[in-house]
């Protein structure tokens, strides 16, 4: 069985896990679904690691590989949320997200090929793990929209159950808050992304920006999360009820997410990004 094929597996246990762990409320296999997800994201860093070292560079230069460092990067950055907001409700759909993702990876063509010399820059490792931290970031805070818009019932009960507050860290339990603060998380990473593909631009072709389509795009995900944070303060002043001010705001997570999608994936399919060098396409 390949290693691919045992992470995965990892992921549907951390699921499962998660699932049980909703439904009995129990302390124990709290623990476990952490435990579990955690050995998923060590095998799936295996997969990481060993790419690495099979191909000799960073294993990002094209679509499989990639995609199998997103799931990594969707647990990793799950694990370490959970652990500063003591929040687990979330993480059956993370873990599906990364098994997912890293199922979509194995579908793909595994083929290790050299990297082209403008790729073959330290910078290339700093740009692709700031921005993939911040697309999991993105991706986690999309789960919590969803969990808000399709059981906004259960989402009441747990902000005004004082059993489930954290009051030492201060955080409020309603889930379009929490999206909101996953949000304010992944954000410098993604504008770090942004600055430090730049400067790698500059070094590699001469110009910090080319209004390449990637680049283009990547402009546009940056402006809406921007946007987005500033939601609070605009939405408050349009003389909305109180109660519609969350739904606007996790919905406006949908559509971000979308765009973050269109940005990662989507761009290949369009013709006038076929000739990019920024494009992840099985190739």
């Not at 679509?63 to 409700?89: M, Q």
């Not at 998380?185 to 072709?205: D, E, N, S, Y």
């Not at 920006?209 to 408050?236: F, G, Q």
Request: glycine fraction near 6%.
């Amino acid at each position: 069985m390949s290693m691919i094929n045992v992470a995965l597996i990892a992921y549907i246990a951390a699921s499962i896990a998660y699932i049980v762990k909703e439904v009995w409320w129990s302390h124990t296999i709290r623990f476990y679904a952490s435990g579990i997800l955690g050995a998923a994201f060590i095998l799936n860093g295996i997969i990481v690691i060993g790419r690495w070292i099979q191909s000799g560079h960073a294993p990002f230069a094209n679509l499989y590989e990639s995609l199998v460092f997103y799931a990594l990067c969707i647990s990793f950055v799950y694990l370490v949320l959970e652990a500063i907001y003591k929040f687990r409700v979330v993480g059956a759909l993370a873990s599906v997200m990364a098994l997912l993702v890293l199922a979509y990876a194995s579908m793909q063509d595994e083929t290790i090929r050299p990297l082209m010399p403008a790729l073959q820059s330290n910078w290339l490792t700093v740009h692709v793990i700031t921005y993939f931290i911040g697309y999991a970031a993105f991706g986690i805070s999309f789960i919590t929209s969803i969990v808000f818009l399709v059981v906004r019932p259960f989402t009441k009960q747990i902000a005004n159950n004082p059993e489930t507050a954290d009051a030492s860290a201060g955080t409020p339990r309603t889930f379009d808050k929490l999206g909101y603060q996953i949000v304010a998380f992944g954000f410098p990473f993604l504008t770090l992304g942004m600055i430090t593909g730049a400067v790698w631009a500059k070094k590699a072709w001469g110009d910090y920006w080319s209004w390449d389509p990637k680049e283009t795009w990547s402009l546009i995900t940056w402006l809406v999360y921007l946007a987005y944070l500033h939601l609070p303060l605009v939405l408050p002043r349009m003389n909305l009820k109180k109660a519609k001010i969350p739904i606007i705001q996790s919905v406006c997570l949908l559509i971000a997410f979308g765009v973050v999608a269109f940005t990662y994936l989507g761009l290949s399919y369009l013709p006038s990004a076929s000739e990019s060098e920024h494009i992840y396409g099985a190739k």
